[in-house]
C-alpha cells in the first residue's frame, strides 16, 4: 500500500542518514507518521472524543427533529438523484426517528457549502430524498441559508420564529458523533433545548488484532485530522463567542 511504502523508505533514509541532527528530525518524523498512522490509537481517540450512542428507546418523543448537513456530494450534479458521501447516517436515522413515532417533522438546515458545482441546496437535496421514501413534503422543514455550525443555530431559530413554530420546545439534534460537541453548544447559545442524538460514528468498538495494533492505515492519518479539526473549531468558536 502507498503509505506503507513512504514508511519503509522513510525508514531506509533514516538508516543510510549519517548521525547529525537532520537524522534526528527525519527519525521524529518517522515515529510521528508510525504514531498517527497506528489504527489502534486513532480510534482509541476518537472514543473518547465522540459521546456513546443513545438507544431509540431513550430518545423522547418530541415535534421536530433537527438534521444538521454535510453529508451530500454537493460538486457532484445530477436532477434524478442525491449522491451521499460520508455522515448519511444523519438523513437515515432522522428517518427511523420520525418511522418509529419518535419526531413528526424533520428540519433540514444547510446550504449550498463552499464553492459547490450543483446549484441545489444539501436541504433541498435531502427533502427530495426524503419525499422519495414516501415522507409527506408537509413534514419535512428545510432552512438554506446556513454554510456552518453557528449559523445552522442561529438561521435555524429565525426559520422557526418565522414559522410561527414554539422555540422554547425541545427538539431532537442530529449529526454525527464528532460534530456533536459543538453543535450542541451552538444551539444551547442561541436558546435551543436540544437532545442530542448523535449518528455516523467514526470510531468503532476496540480491536486488539493484528492490523488494528501494527498496519499503518491511511485512514487514521484522516482520523486525526479530523479530530484536530473539531477540537481547533469548538476552542476558536469559543474564542470569538459563538458558544
Not at 444538521?68 to 454537493?74: D, I, K, P, V
Request: proline share 5%.
Amino acid at each position: 500500500m502507498p503509505l506503507t511504502l513512504v514508511i519503509i523508505a522513510l525508514l531506509a533514509a533514516f538508516y543510510y542518514t549519517p548521525k547529525s541532527t537532520g537524522k534526528k528530525i527525519l527519525g521524529s518524523g518517522i515515529v510521528l507518521l508510525l504514531l498517527f498512522s497506528n489504527p489502534f490509537l486513532s480510534n482509541l481517540a476518537l472514543l473518547t472524543w465522540e459521546p456513546p450512542f443513545r438507544s431509540f428507546k431513550e430518545i423522547p418523543s418530541t415535534e421536530i427533529g433537527i438534521v444538521l448537513t454535510g453529508m451530500t456530494n454537493l460538486n457532484k450534479t445530477a436532477s434524478d438523484r442525491t449522491f451521499f458521501g460520508r455522515g448519511a447516517d444523519r438523513i437515515t436515522q432522522a428517518l427511523q426517528l420520525y418511522r418509529m413515532g419518535k419526531i413528526k417533522k424533520i428540519l433540514i438546515t444547510g446550504g449550498q457549502g463552499l464553492n459547490p458545482t450543483n446549484a441545489y441546496s444539501e436541504a433541498e437535496l435531502l427533502q427530495r430524498f426524503l419525499i422519495m421514501t414516501g415522507m409527506p413534503e408537509a413534514d419535512i422543514l428545510i432552512e438554506e441559508k446556513s454554510l456552518n455550525t453557528r449559523e445552522n443555530a442561529l438561521f435555524t431559530r429565525e426559520f422557526l420564529e418565522k414559522k410561527g413554530i414554539f422555540t422554547n420546545q425541545e427538539f431532537i439534534l442530529i449529526t454525527s458523533a464528532f460534530h456533536m460537541q459543538r453543535a450542541k453548544a451552538c444551539f444551547d447559545h442561541v436558546g435551543l433545548k436540544t437532545v442530542p442524538f448523535p449518528v455516523d460514528y467514526y470510531s468503532h468498538d476496540l480491536k486488539y488484532d493484528l492490523p488494528s495494533l501494527i498496519y499503518p492505515s491511511l485512514r487514521s492519518l484522516q482520523t486525526w485530522e479530523i479530530l484536530f479539526k473539531e477540537i481547533l473549531g469548538l476552542l476558536m468558536y469559543r474564542a470569538v463567542g459563538y458558544i
